[in-house]
C-alpha cells in the first residue's frame, strides 16, 4: 500500500533515489516573511538574490528525484522592499519597490535548466485586509508550473475548474462544526450544523425542480463536482486555509489538489520539500498517494505527523516520522 512520511531534514539533500518522484507540490518560506526560529532556515537571507540563489539549490535536488514525465509546482508570493528589507543600497531596491520575488524565481529556474509551463494565480476571495493607502490590497499569490522537459504527464480531466470564488469561500468554512448562527432566526437555530450554500443553490433556488439536482450535488466528493467542469483555468479562486496549531494561514488543500491531480496517478509518490504542517500530505492521503515530506523543523514534523495521520489511518497507509 501507499506510505507517507515525514523526515526532519534539509531539503538540499533529499533522501530519495534520482527520479523517484511523479510530483512536487511545495511553498517554501517566503523571503522575510517570517524567522520559524530554526537554524539553516530559507527566507531570512539579507537579499532577494540570495534567496532564489538558495532556492536554485533546493530545485536542483527536487529536479533530481523528479522523474522525467514529473511536474513541480510552486507556490510563492512577493515581498515589498522595507525597513532594510530589500530597500535601497546597494541592492537596488528603493523604499516601497515591489520586488517582484516570484518572477525572479521563475527566470532563475528556466535559465537552469527548468521549462516554465504556466504561471497560475492563486486568487483569495476573503484575503487578509491591509491598511495600505497608496495601492491595491493585495489578495493573490502565484503557482508556478514547471518541468523537466517539455513532454510530461498531465491529466487535464482530473484537473477542472474550481468553484467561483463565493462557493470556495463558503465551503472552506468548518460548517460540520459549526452549530446555529446569530444572523439566523434571531439566533435560535441551534439544532443542527450549518450548512454551506452552494452556487448551484443560490441559482437555482430551492425549488422542488431542483432539489434533487442539489441532494445529488451534496453527496458528491470534490472531484466528482468537478468532472464536468471546464479545462483548468490559471486563475484558481480558492480561501486561504487556517490550521490552529500553525498560528497562521498554511497552504489550502483546495489548491494543493488541484496540482496532485493534474500531475499525478493513483500510488504515484508526491513530495513536498517545505512539507510545513503536512497539507499535501492530507491531500495525498485522501487521493491513494504516496508522500514523503522534507520539514527543517522538529515542530512542524510532529505537526504534520499528527494533522496527516488520521486520514492516513482511514486509508490504511502506514505513516513514519
Known sequence: MPDSLIIQ????????????VQ???????????????????????????????????????????????????????????????????SSGYKDKDLVGIPWMTAFALRADGWFL?????????????ESVRDRSTISHE????????????????AARTPMQPTSETRLAQETESQHGSDRANGGARTNRPMRAVRRSEKQR???????????RWDEMERNEQMQNGANLRSVWWIAPAQYREAHFAVMPEGLAT????????????ICDPFAGSGTVGVVCARLNRRFVGIELSEEYCRMAVKRIAPYAAQAHLPLGG
Not at 531570512?44 to 522525467?68: A, C, K, M, W
Not at 509551463?117 to 485586509?129: D, L, T, V
Not at 503557482?143 to 510530461?152: A, E, G, H, I
Open 142 to 157: 502565484y503557482v508556478f508550473q514547471l518541468s523537466k522537459r517539455n513532454d510530461y504527464f498531465y491529466n487535464s480531466e
Open 23 to 89: 510530483c512536487v507540490v511545495t511553498s517554501p518560506p517566503y523571503w522575510r516573511q517570517r524567522d520559524y526560529g530554526t537554524a539553516g532556515q530559507i527566507g531570512l537571507e539579507t537579499t532577494p538574490e540570495e534567496y532564489v540563489g538558495h532556492l536554485l539549490e533546493i530545485f536542483r535536488e527536487v529536479r533530481r528525484v523528479l522523474r522525467s514525465d514529473g511536474v513541480l509546482w510552486l507556490n510563492i508570493g512577493d515581498k515589498w522592499a522595507s525597513g532594510g528589507h530589500g530597500g535601497g543600497g
Open 117 to 129: 509551463r504556466q504561471c497560475n494565480i492563486w486568487a483569495k476571495p476573503n484575503g487578509m485586509p
Open 258 to 269: 488541484i496540482c496532485v491531480l493534474a500531475s499525478s496517478r493513483d500510488g504515484d509518490m
Open 205 to 215: 433556488g430551492h425549488s422542488r425542480r431542483h432539489a434533487g439536482f442539489n441532494d
Open 9 to 20: 531534514g534539509d531539503a538540499r539533500h533529499i533522501p530519495l533515489a534520482d527520479e523517484s
